[in-house]
């Protein structure tokens, strides 16, 4: 089904596409927190420029996901910044970004250890992640856009060598 997509390194002519993933300030909270909605480009590159690795996955010239690592520590990549464009969602296109981004950790990074981390309130990232095999390993309290009480899952998946 995924084999005509392709994953590569983010490219400035991409940030357009990726700005428009995220359709409501929840979306775009999931997204990353601390940007304003609606997303644009300087924010966007703003984001990419404190990460490494930020890549996407693309269907010929049409941009469909990205996802970024923020931090490397003891064996473990931690992956955020995860999107989809709406149309390409539940096609299978974030399974392949995700499995293309832990196999950057490991071949790059020698992590043996993805993380990412989802709000409780986020539905479809939580199902995809556990479809994946990710399990929790930590919770953390925050405030939401509203400034109301919302749990951020931390969850893990170990690397084969």
Same mark, same amino acid.
């Given at each position: 089904?995924?084999?005509?997509?392709?994953?590569? &390194?983010?490219?400035?002519?991409? !940030?357009?596409?990726?700005?428009?993933?995220?359709?409501?300030?929840?979306?775009?909270?999931? !997204?990353?927190?601390?940007?304003?909605?609606? %997303?644009?480009?300087?924010?966007?590159?703003?984001?990419?420029? *404190?990460?490494?690795?930020?890549?996407?996955?693309?269907?010929?010239?049409?941009? @469909?996901?990205?996802?970024?690592?923020?931090?490397?520590? =003891?064996?473990?990549?931690?992956?955020?910044?995860?999107?989809?464009?709406? *149309?390409?969602?539940? *096609?299978?296109?974030?399974?392949? @970004?995700?499995? *293309?981004?832990?196999? @950057?950790?490991?071949?790059? $990074?020698?992590?043996?250890?993805?993380?990412?981390?989802?709000?409780?309130?986020?539905?479809?990232? %939580?199902? !995809?992640?556990?479809?994946?095999?990710?399990? &929790?390993?930590?919770?953390?309290?925050?405030?939401? =856009?509203? =400034? =109301?009480?919302?749990?951020?899952? $931390? %969850?893990?998946?170990?690397?084969?060598?």
């Amino acid at each position: 089904m995924n084999t005509n997509l392709s994953f590569r &390194p983010v490219r400035d002519d991409d !940030l357009p596409a990726i700005c428009t993933f995220a359709h409501t300030p929840e979306e775009l909270y999931f !997204l990353a927190p601390r940007a304003r909605f609606p %997303l644009d480009v300087d924010q966007l590159a703003t984001s990419i420029a *404190q990460r490494s690795d930020s890549s996407v996955v693309c269907r010929g010239d049409q941009v @469909l996901a990205f996802a970024n690592i923020y931090k490397r520590e =003891q064996g473990a990549c931690y992956v955020g910044n995860v999107a989809v464009a709406p *149309q390409a969602r539940r *096609q299978g296109v974030a399974r392949f @970004l995700m499995q *293309q981004m832990a196999r @950057l950790a490991s071949e790059h $990074h020698a992590a043996s250890e993805m993380r990412v981390s989802c709000f409780n309130s986020n539905a479809a990232g %939580l199902l !995809l992640y556990s479809r994946l095999g990710y399990t &929790p390993f930590a919770l953390e309290e925050r405030l939401d =856009q509203r =400034q =109301q009480p919302i749990v951020l899952i $931390h %969850l893990r998946l170990p690397l084969a060598d």
